[in-house]
């Protein structure tokens, strides 16, 4: 069984530029859900996405956007990068195959330095 | 609105000490409560879950409606505990999108 991976790993983007980060679920699971873990906090929720479909979106501006593919692999996607965009971003699955349990399947995540 | 708190943000104890993480909640339904973990240098992983009643490493947690609480407790603590704790609350309904508190740094001291 494949773990939910994220790429890339680290990056340095300056202000007003656009970032791609991307994720691969869990083998079986057909959501998922990106957070932004700021230093010394916890995850923040983005928005969720199941069957290719948002379905939820936490308190995040419109430049904040994503997609999901039919293999159920997503991207996040921040156009105009603020400062206090640099975070880690994390990508979690989840699915029906494995029963509704709630349970959150994390990859390592992204950082992302925004100068 | 849902909210997770957890007033401490670190937690330093030695080994065999009782050690609980506490964690309060907000929520106006029935909410489902879990505790996720991180190690050092690995990813954030689900420790236990409140429907589910049961231990994981020693450590159990009751949901208390009455005090909207959920605390993580261990009898003894052991070194390999030390890692992250974050509390997190998924609501009924919608797309069932869980809210994480800001989470509690445990050092358990040889």
């Known amino acids: 069984e494949t773990g939910v991976t994220q790429s890339p790993t680290h990056l340095i983007k300056t202000r007003g530029q656009q970032v791609t980060l991307r994720c691969s679920s869990q083998?079986?699971?057909?959501?998922v859900s990106w957070y932004q873990q700021a230093l010394g906090q916890g995850p923040q929720f983005i928005f969720q996405y199941y069957r290719e479909e948002e379905n939820g979106r936490g308190n995040f501006p419109p430049r904040f956007s994503g997609l999901q593919f039919p293999n159920y692999s997503s991207e996040l996607n921040v156009n105009a990068l603020e400062l206090d965009d640099s975070a880690l971003y994390l990508c979690?699955?989840?699915?029906?195959?494995?029963?509704?349990?709630?349970?959150?399947?994390f990859g390592e995540g992204s950082r992302l330095t925004v100068l | 609105a849902q909210r997770v708190t957890q007033p401490e943000k670190l937690l330093s104890v030695f080994k065999g000490a009782p050690v609980e993480l506490k964690c309060n909640y907000s929520y106006s339904g029935s909410p489902e409560l879990f505790w996720y973990v991180q190690y050092s240098r690995q990813r954030l992983q689900l420790l236990l879950r409140?429907?589910s009643r049961e231990s994981i490493k020693g450590f159990t947690a009751d949901l208390n409606k009455g005090e909207t609480s959920f605390h993580l407790k261990k009898p003894f603590a052991q070194e390999e505990d030390s890692a992250m704790y974050y509390c997190?609350?998924?609501?009924?309904?919608?797309?069932?999108?869980?809210?994480f508190g800001r989470g509690t740094s445990l050092i358990v001291h040889p």
């Open positions: 409140h429907i």
């Open positions: 979690a699955s989840s699915g029906w195959t494995s029963g509704n349990t709630g349970e959150l399947f």
């Open positions: 997190a609350l998924r609501g009924a309904g919608g797309s069932y999108i869980p809210t």
């Open positions: 083998s079986g699971h057909n959501t």
